[in-house]
């Protein structure tokens, strides 16, 4: 069975969260950046995804005052703590 690359199954899951994804801004690279993009807003929500040797750290910050860094995750598991923060843009988009 094939398996989508990491960063494809980042989209898709991007796009099954946000049915306005003109304010959303994701870059694949050599680190995946999930951007929420608001005028009124200098640093708004953001959420990066780095490749550690064989592991992965995703980078989640909520526009605010809330940081969060989780470390070590095995491939499998990033979309897994990418969902929980990815609900948390959601809220924001909502109530923005």
Known sequence: MYEFPLSKRIENQVKSYFNNLEKINLTID??????VIDDNNVDPPSIEIKQMNANYELHFWDGYSQAEVVEDLKEKEVTKSLRRFLKKINKYLDVS
């Open 30 to 35: 050599e680190n995946i950046r999930i951007l």
